[in-house]
């Protein structure tokens, strides 16, 4: 069974910078795509970014221009880079593996983001 592992949460504070991994234990490209979702307390779990096989990138227009995913196939890693983080972004972000319409996705354990201000 294919693993996904997050890990690089922690304290920060407002304005501070992240950067998320998530390795995988088998290929990121046996995924249709890659993502990182977030799910704060009391709040549904929503898209942060998502990165396509093909290497389409999406991203939640309310974190556009201060984060960034990537990818390192070589080391099936798939990375979050944010920045200008704000309280409000403090969640457990989750590494999210999409197999397609047929097959359940693999999710992570999560890694807890806290911003504080």
């Known amino acids: 069974q294919v693993q996904l592992a997050e890990s690089g949460g922690g304290l920060v504070q407002a304005g501070g910078s992240l950067k998320l991994s998530c390795v995988v234990s088998?290929?990121?490209?046996?995924?249709?795509?890659m993502g990182w979702y977030r799910q704060a307390p009391g709040k549904q779990r929503e898209l942060v970014a998502r990165?396509?096989?093909?290497?389409?990138?999406d991203y939640a227009d309310s974190l556009k221009g201060r984060v960034t995913i990537s990818r390192d196939t070589g080391k099936n890693t798939v990375y979050l880079q944010m920045s200008s983080l704000k309280p409000e972004d403090t969640a457990v972000y989750y590494c999210?593996?999409?197999?397609?319409?047929?097959?359940?996705?693999?999710w992570g354990q999560g890694t807890q983001v806290t911003v504080s201000s």
């Open positions: 088998g290929s990121i490209l046996s995924f249709n795509a």
């Open positions: 990165v396509t096989n093909g290497g389409i990138i």
């Open positions: 999210n593996g999409d197999r397609g319409p047929h097959l359940r996705s693999l």
